[in-house]
């Protein structure tokens, strides 16, 4: 499965995304913080023809321009935007951390264009600050370096997301935006989870730090049509487990009810 790179222009700035292309329905992979479109390229390989996935490189992320804001309207303003560009009526939205929230919130929104959720390992309130990134800043000469900096816990997470230029190694997103929009992020969003009643895959990785498995227990509880399935892993579940995770999504889509509006 090739991913071909494109692009839209969109409130002044440009997206970049990857499409699997396809005559299937369509899933729209949505990365976390500090990640980017290509951490789904696996998933998009297992899904086949049988889906579309296109993977979006969100505002301030990957090949998408930085942006003076990243509020919430800002998120669910761009994914409307994308549905917009890729002239489809509905879709899958499958989401990471801050992908997950924007899923669900954008699906409490839209309900008519959101067919299924897959939420990976975010919660319904929001409490982590993540200013443990801003030291990351700037330009460091070697790959090494800056591999040295962010630390031997989060930089296998972010290879997708190193740049080199002349002056030397960096990342592609701007740490002081990934705070003020993980800032944007934190809150008690019970209402968007349960605004919903499309069918949900809620998965948790057994190790993760983001959530607790009281707490997505009672996302499934109280939100109808909702799976909960805890995979061995941490927070970025198709990083630590993607024989798991892919065949864990998989499942759930092959699950789900058609025709989809295309």
Known sequence: MRLTRREFRHDGLTFSYLDAGGEGPVVIALHAHLMEAATYTALAADLGSHWRVVALDQRGHGHTSHAPSYSRHDYLRDIAAFFAHLGIEQAVLLGNSLGGVNAYQFAARYPNQVTALVI???????????????????VFPTREELEDRIGSRFAPYLQDSFRQNSAGWRLAFKPRDMVLSQHEMIGDHWHDWLATTCPALLLRGSESRVTTPEHVEQMAKRRRNTQLLTLDGGHALHVDNPAGFNDAVQTFLKGLESPFKM
């Open 120 to 138: 990976e390992d975010i919660g319904a309130v929001v409490t982590d600050d993540i200013s443990f990134v801003l030291p990351w800043e700037g």
